[in-house]
């Protein structure tokens, strides 16, 4: 069974028939959940070694390499039968509009940082990694999945039914 009818199935009714008409969505949603663990794990791993100092660098490392493997997942799967623009083109609208996201991701994390002050020395490690955590990988992530999906069916694929269906394998 392939993955979307599987998570399909394991919705309840009478959720399943709008997760069914949305199924675009919710393909998007498992790249966005995929991507997530790709961004966090590179997010926490560079944020607790080499780049322990430079939060916001970490970020925006994780967020690209996310965004890179993002790009090939949306294109061959999510968006897989919409397009109307040169592949060239496509990504570039695709890369410019996850370069904005990208300030929609981090921007969360350096409010909570840099204005709210949520560092060591003024607060405990403890509370500096939780609030990171939560700026950065749960409110950062929502605002700029809400973002890239609106702009990413706007301009990177705008017209429904422009490339053929391929069976889901």
């Known amino acids: 069974m392939p993955l979307v009818e599987s998570v399909l199935a394991a919705i309840p009714q009478p959720y399943r028939d709008a997760a069914v008409k949305h199924r675009e969505l919710v393909k998007f949603a498992v790249v966005g959940g995929s991507t997530w663990v790709i961004d966090t794990a590179i997010f926490l ?8 100092d430079k939060p916001i660098t970490a970020k925006v490392i994780s967020v690209l390499v996310a965004t890179i493997v993002s790009y090939v997942l949306n294109r061959e799967w999510s968006f897989r039968t919409r397009g109307g623009r040169d592949r060239h083109h496509e990504a570039a609208l695709f890369f410019i509009i996850s370069g904005v996201g990208i300030a929609v ?8 940082r840099y204005i ?19 700026s950065g990988q749960i409110i950062g992530v929502l605002a700029g999945m809400a973002f890239r999906w ?3 069916r706007r301009y ?14």
Do not use: C, H, M
Not at 45 to 52: E, G, I
Not at 156 to 169: L, M, T
């Open 45 to 52: 791993f560079l944020k607790s070694t080499v780049l322990t």
């Open 156 to 169: 990177v694929f705008p017209d429904e039914n422009a490339r053929r269906k391929v069976p889901a394998a």
């Open 150 to 152: 609106w702009a990413f």
């Open 116 to 134: 709210l002050d949520l560092k060591v020395p003024g607060v405990s490690l403890v509370t500096q990694e939780i609030a990171d955590f939560v």
């Open 105 to 112: 991701y981090t921007a969360p994390l350096a409010i909570s």
